[in-house]
């Protein structure tokens, strides 16, 4: 059910967001060099690694790493990037992920594959059987502001608790902190 809720719900999305999905590629490129989209290594089920898209929002020349690792993540940022980030519209070409089946629209958000420690205590706990999703318990409970061991705890909790209402409630929630911009730090 959950996967057949994710196909059709990626495509709806897409359609709906069809506008957006045509005006940021202009923005990026008419506002900064390099491609539109960044394509990132990112940890999936079972520790895969698979290749996850967003709109670009950083200058090209950024270091590969978590924003939160970054001293100052502001200099990086291209001149739509801190509006993309904070409307999480940056996210909208994971749509394809959750298409083919990489990611779902529920699961703990896919680390990046040189998060060895978020890694390493996902893999201890289970965790990492899940598809990652586009958002979570731990997003909706946090999202930039959380610490690795407080990600992982909500992360497992949600493994604990996993079942189609609770991955609607996540979801309304999500929609509400969506529009409240709550929780996001860049």
């Given at each position: 059910m959950k996967r057949i809720f994710d196909l059709f719900f990626s495509v709806?999305?897409?359609v709906l967001f069809?506008?957006?999905f045509i005006l940021i590629p202009i923005f990026i490129k008419t506002t900064s060099r390099g491609p539109i989209l960044f394509?990132?290594?990112?940890?999936?089920?079972?520790?895969?690694?698979?290749?996850?898209?967003?709109?670009?929002?950083?200058?090209?020349?950024?270091?590969?790493?978590?924003?939160?690792?970054?001293?100052?993540?502001?200099?990086?940022l291209t001149p739509i990037g801190s509006f993309l980030r904070k409307s999480s519209l940056d996210e909208?070409?994971?749509?394809?992920?959750?298409?083919?089946?990489?990611?779902?629209?529920v699961g703990p958000r896919p680390a990046l594959f040189n998060q060895h420690d978020l890694i390493r205590s996902r893999t201890l706990r289970g965790i990492n059987q899940l598809?990652?999703?586009?958002?979570?318990?731990?997003?909706?409970?946090?999202?930039?502001k959380l610490s690795i061991r407080l990600k992982v705890q909500l992360d497992e909790e949600y493994l604990k608790k996993k079942s189609f209402l609770?991955?609607?409630?996540?979801?309304?929630?999500?929609?509400?902190?969506?529009?409240?911009?709550?929780?996001?730090s860049h």
């Open positions: 709806v999305l897409f069809l506008i957006p394509w990132s290594d990112r940890v999936g089920k079972y520790n895969r690694i698979f290749q996850m898209p967003k709109f670009r929002t950083m200058e090209i020349h950024s270091p590969i790493v978590a924003t939160h690792l970054l001293n100052n993540p502001n200099i990086y909208l070409p994971q749509l394809w992920n959750i298409f083919i089946g990489d990611m779902s629209f598809r990652p999703g586009l958002t979570g318990w731990a997003q909706i409970n946090g999202r930039d609770f991955d609607l409630k996540i979801l309304w929630l999500t929609v509400i902190k969506f529009f409240m911009a709550h929780d996001i």
